[in-house]
């Protein structure tokens, strides 16, 4: 079965701290595509970044790095100098690599960020 | 703005009732979603339709049913509503099948009382 864990509820942080949200995977799957989402205030859902399985590579993103270990079944999400515009709530998401169609989301990580 | 549309944003009904909730997704997007979130079971997928034919399904009851129209448009359909219906249902949309890059409306909130 697959399953995403988001272990930490939420987290706060003053602005210009570093903060690493956690993801921890679960499947069967030998390949498999990772996602990252960012529900904002607002409601609706926003795409960050999609990862495949074959491919282990950080990604960096202006202030935004992602660090996928296949070994530990992670794929952390680090905010870099953080801004009050960052608060929200971020999923992590889970897909077979075949059928990328249907998401599989954690519980989600709520991040304030204070002025 | 993703693009996408849904309507009603918020809808306040009772127990027993039935209501359609609307989706237009994003010009040329022939792929649409739908997802619940709840507190108690967070973001589930629910049904997905690519150009009018159900693609996927997932964690979606008997008494909820969706379609797609020729111009794409897709409506959610929820009846004899319960307590634990009460939720943000998300349209989302998707140019192509299998991208998982999706544009999420900002979704429709539903009360049952």
Same mark, same amino acid.
């Not at chain 2, 049904?47 to 049913?65: C, D, H, T, V």
């Given at each position: 079965a697959q399953k995403v864990t988001q272990a930490q509820t939420e987290i706060s942080v003053v602005e210009k701290e570093d903060v690493t949200l956690d993801c921890v995977y679960e499947t069967r799957d030998t390949t498999y595509y990772l996602f990252w989402y960012k529900q904002p205030p607002s409601g609706e859902l926003v795409f960050l970044i999609r990862r495949n399985s074959f491919d282990e590579q950080n990604e960096i993103?202006?202030?935004?790095?992602?660090?996928?270990?296949?070994?530990?079944?992670?794929?952390?999400?680090?905010?870099?100098?953080?801004?009050?515009?960052?608060?929200?709530?971020?999923f992590c998401a889970l897909s077979a690599y075949i059928n990328t169609d249907k998401l599989i989301f954690g519980t989600g990580t709520r991040l304030q960020v204070f002025p | 703005d993703s693009g996408v549309t849904q309507t009603p944003k918020h809808l306040i009904t009772a127990t027993g009732q039935r209501v359609t909730l609307r989706c237009s997704p994003r010009s040329g997007d022939l792929s649409v979603y739908w997802y619940q979130q709840s507190l108690d079971q967070g &973001?589930?997928? &629910?049904?997905?339709?690519?150009?009018?034919?159900?693609?996927?399904?997932?964690?979606? @009851?008997?008494?909820?049913?969706?379609?797609?129209?020729?111009? @794409?448009?897709?409506? @959610?359909? @929820?009846?004899? &509503?319960? &307590?634990g219906d009460s939720a943000l249902y998300f349209c989302a949309s998707s140019v192509t099948r299998g991208t998982g890059e999706l544009f999420f409306g900002e979704g429709s909130r539903l009360t049952v009382l």
């Open positions: 993103s202006g202030r935004y790095s992602w660090n996928f270990q296949k070994s530990t079944s992670s794929f952390n999400f680090t905010i870099t100098a953080s801004q009050v515009v960052d608060s929200a709530v971020y | &973001l589930q997928f &629910l049904i997905q339709y690519y150009n009018g034919e159900e693609r996927a399904k997932g964690n979606i @009851l008997e008494r909820f049913s969706a379609q797609q129209f020729p111009d @794409l448009h897709s409506e @959610l359909n @929820l009846s004899s &509503l319960e &307590l």
